[in-house]
Each structure stands twice: as C-alpha cells, then as structure tokens.
C-alpha cells in the first residue's frame, strides 16, 4: 500500500494488542491464525486442550463457525471440557510482557492529544493489565471469564472484537470523537487485523504476518527477541509530527 501522502496527525490511534503491545510466544506461531494468549492458555491447561484447541483453527480457517462468537464459544467448551481454573488466566495475566518501547511510544502519541484505543480479539484481564500499564483511553477485548470461589469457570461474556469486528468497534469509536476514520492509525501482528487496517489513513505493521504486511502502509520488521515499538517514531509521518 502507497504511504506517499501520509502527511497528518491521527487523531486516534488504535492497537492490537498481542504481539503489538504485548510481546508474543514466538513457538506457538504456526501461521494458522494470529498468535495470541488464547493458545497459552490452552497449553497451560493441559497438551489435550492445546491439540483440540489447534482442530479448532483448522475448522475456523475451514469456515465451519458462523463467526468468531461462535468460535471463541465452542474455545470455552474446550477450555471447560480439560479443567480451566481462574489460576490458568491469573499466570497469563502475570507471565505478559509490555513490548521495549511501548510506555515511550503511547506517550509521545498522547502528546500530540491523540486518544489511544485498544481493540482485541483476546482476554479481558490481559487487556485491563495493558490498559492500566500505558493508560489507554478505551480498550475493547473478546473474553471475560466469571469464575466462582472456587476458582471454577462459572461464567462469561463475549464480544465480536475480532477480525472484521475490530473495524466496526473502530467506527464506534471515530463517530463517538466526530472523526473520520482516514484521519486514524493502527498498529497490529496478525492476519486478523487485516480487516481495521485497510480502513484508517496509515496502518503499521509490527513484526506482522504476511497478510497484514500486504495491506499496510508501514511494515516494521526487527530480529527475534530485539522488538521495540519505540522504533514507530521514526516513521516518516511521525517525525513530522
């Protein structure tokens, strides 16, 4: 995608989070969908739940669910069928790592009185860690687990947050701050940001897979283990900034 007339300031800006803000689990990306916690998770459960949890890609990317509601529900069967316990989502939530020049970039964002917005296909309490860590003026994520005393799963609430959710929750947001989406970035990784990418006025790709690269203005891509989100400010359209 051309980025030759990127000459603004984006009102908002909007990130993923897994693997943009938050650093990934590099062998746990096979390419069959973004890489994200819900993978840990299952594998933190149990290696059964991790195999019936990767079937369950296969039938997405078959088409086989009506949509990711209906993904992330039949997810939580899985989770529930191998043990989930609130324990398993606490040690995610503890184990995610802040990318290197995450705190350094939605600073010098805010300081040019940009609002910044989460908008993920993930977990809620990841999102509320995130969101807390950088404060991110609205954050929107896919899961939230209810569990009990006990630390049993006894309930849930799910959002369409992902894929070609993550632009509809976007239009929300510009018509709640009277902007065009035109004048709006986004950051993100996986092939399932694809959809919100193609419809702001410059999108940056970070460390992404192929299908986001290929819609993209930006395409930022650093070794292994040596990822720093700071690196966006070098950006022609940001310097000018």
């Known amino acids: ?45 149990s290696e059964e739940c991790y195999l019936e949890e990767e079937l369950s890609k296969d039938r997405w990317n078959a088409g086989e669910y009506n949509g990711y509601l209906e993904w992330m529900k039949d997810t939580i069967r899985i989770q529930q069928e ?37 908008i993920s296909g993930g977990i809620k309490a990841l999102a509320d860690k995130v969101q807390r860590e950088l404060k991110i003026d609205h954050a929107f994520s896919a ?8 630390g049993n799963l006894d309930f849930y609430n799910l959002l369409p947050t992902d894929n070609e959710g993550k632009a509809s929750f976007m239009q929300q947001i510009v018509k709640e701050y009277g902007v065009d989406p035109s004048e709006c970035a986004f950051v993100g990784d996986g092939k399932n940001d694809k959809f919100l990418a193609r419809v702001v006025g410059v999108s940056i790709a970070f ?35």
């Open 82 to 118: 191998h043990g989930i316990k609130k324990w398993h989502v606490d040690e995610i939530v503890k184990s995610a790592k802040l990318h290197n020049g995450a705190h350094e970039l939605i600073t010098s964002i805010k300081a040019t009185n940009a609002k910044v917005v989460l």
């Open 143 to 150: 899961c939230e687990y209810f569990f009990d005393d006990c």
């Open 1 to 45: 995608m051309s980025n030759s007339k990127i000459n603004f300031i984006p009102k908002i800006w909007f990130f993923d989070m897994e693997g943009t803000l938050l650093q990934k689990d590099f062998a746990l990306d096979n390419g069959k969908v973004a890489p994200s916690a819900w993978t840990v998770l299952a594998k933190l459960i």
């Open 207 to 241: 460390n992404a897979q192929k299908e986001l690269i290929e819609v993209s203005n930006f395409s930022i891509v650093q070794p292994q283990g040596k990822e720093d989100l700071s690196e966006i400010k070098s950006l022609p359209f940001f310097v000018q900034q």
